[in-house]
Structure formats: C-alpha cells, structure tokens
C-alpha cells in the first residue's frame, strides 16, 4: 500500500474554522506531526498515532513525516492557521529537494487554512482592504537589518503591514524597534491593531494610533496589523470598525 503525506492547517484556533477537508485528512491519517500544542489540537482516537515535537525541529520532524509516508502510513503533518504562511510546508519540501530522490514522488498534498492574518483582519473590519503585505518578524530565521529594511520599503510603499511573531520573551527588543521605526518612517497616528489569540476563548481585539502602541501590547499569541496611511475607523459604541478603502485618489 503506498503512503501519503497531508501538509494541513488548523486555522487560528476554533473548531469551526477548520476546514472540511482538512478534517477529512484528520479522519483519515495514520499519524499526525507536529508542534506540540498544534497536535494537541487533534482528538486521539484508535489507530492513529500524535508524534508531538518541540518548536526547534522542523526539518527533523519533516523527515521523520517523509520516512512514515515513505513506508506506506497516511501522515498528516499540522500546523497552526495556513501550512505554507511561516509554518511546516516550507520545511518539508525543503526536506523533499535534500532528500533521498523517492521521496519527490510520494503523494504529498497541502491543505490551507485559515491564517491569523486574516483572521484578525476579519475581527477588526477591513483594514486589508487594499494592498498589503505580511513580515514575519522573527529574527530567528533571518538577520534583523533584513527585517528592517523590508518594515522601511513597506512603510515607503504605503502598504498596510501584518506581523506574525511581532514579540517573544527571548527578543524583547525586536518589537520595539519596530514601532521605533514605523513612528519614524510613516510619521502619522494610523491605526494599529493588536488581536491577540483570535478565535480561542483568550481573544482580545484592541486598536490604537501608532504614536500610541507599546511593545507590551504584542506577544507570541498576536498579529499585529499596521493600517495604511489611507485606513479608516468609524468609530461606535464598543470597538470600532477599521477598514481601508478600495480605491487610493490618483
Ligand atoms: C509561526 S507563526 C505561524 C502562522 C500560521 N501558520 C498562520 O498561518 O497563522 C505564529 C504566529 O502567528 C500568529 N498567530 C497564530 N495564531 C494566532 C491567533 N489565534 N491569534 C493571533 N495571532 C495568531 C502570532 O503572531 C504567532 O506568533
């Protein structure tokens, strides 16, 4: 019997915003892979078994997932919201090109899910009405001045901006840099939205100026969404609506 490899996303957090198909995958897999509290999103039941691993491991869990499949198990690989948006489907394919040459036709398949991007967007309004663009802000991966340049030509651009990883305990500082550097380069109040575990029972949805945002009101739990110089709020009773038109004046 030959094996396959699903590569799914689980959406920000809410049963409800799992996708059919990516339920159907879950239904039919032998063997679930991923992050810890990502696979502890998946129910136990008999014939399928949870390999849960720490964060740091990606390629080694994406081998691990290609050996199973390889073997002739149905493999789910999960991550958090959307597999190809800063997340695992990355990391196995990275592992297909390096790999034995096999591997390249194994049946692998990558489901979407919903991404906190836009499921914070959606909380707030529209404020990814118009042209935007997403930076994951995790130096981890990629040098600090890279991250820098990229928040300045986005700034330039007038994009609106979503930051994924905008703040962890290990890189306090990298946050506040940030807003050091969009104060600078935008030189306005546009709104900034902190939407803090979007979907789960500890949402918090808050929106302030940027001459306003601290670095404590971001963590690891946050998107961040930084409106354009053309996004609006209309205010109201409880929290406001943030959208960003279509259309920007010739
Ligand atoms: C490694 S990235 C993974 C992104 C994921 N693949 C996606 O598409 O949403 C993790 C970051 O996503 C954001 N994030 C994930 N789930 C979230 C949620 N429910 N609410 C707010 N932000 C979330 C946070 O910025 C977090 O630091």
Redesign the pocket.
């Known amino acids: 019997m030959s094996g396959s490899l699903v590569i799914a996303?689980l959406g920000?957090?809410a049963e409800s915003l799992v996708t059919p198909e990516v339920s159907d995958a879950l239904a039919l897999a032998t063997d679930v892979v991923g992050y810890i509290p990502y696979v502890a999103r998946v129910a136990e039941r008999r014939g399928l078994t949870l390999h849960p691993s720490d964060n740091r491991v990606e390629l080694d869990r994406s081998r691990h997932a290609l050996e199973m499949a390889a073997e002739g198990r149905h493999v789910v690989v999960v991550?958090?919201?959307?597999?190809g948006?800063?997340?695992m489907a990355s990391a196995v394919f990275e592992a297909v090109e390096a790999g034995p040459r096999p591997w390249r036709d194994l049946d692998i398949r990558v489901l979407p899910?919903i991404?906190?991007m836009l499921?914070?967007a959606a909380r707030a309004g529209a404020p990814l009405g118009h042209d935007f663009c997403a930076i994951n802000l995790s130096d981890n991966l990629k040098p600090w001045d890279l991250i820098e340049k990229r928040l300045r030509l986005a700034a330039e651009a007038d994009f609106a901006m979503a930051f994924?990883?905008?703040r962890s305990k290990s890189r306090p500082e990298g946050f506040a840099r940030t807003l050091a550097v969009l104060n600078e380069a935008c030189g306005d109040a546009r709104p900034v939205i902190f939407?803090?575990?979007?979907?789960?029972p500890d949402e918090a949805i808050r929106t302030v100026p940027l001459t306003q945002a601290t670095p404590e009101m971001a963590d690891?739990?946050?998107?961040v969404i930084v409106g354009s110089s053309t996004t609006r709020i209309i205010e109201r009773a409880g929290a406001p609506f943030v959208y960003t038109p279509r259309s920007v004046p010739a």
Do not use: I, K
């Not at 991550?79 to 597999?83: A, I, N, T, V």
């Open positions: 996303g920000p957090g991550s958090s919201g959307d597999p948006v800063f997340a899910g991404t906190a499921a914070a994924y990883n905008p939407a803090r575990a979007v979907s789960t690891m739990r946050t998107m």
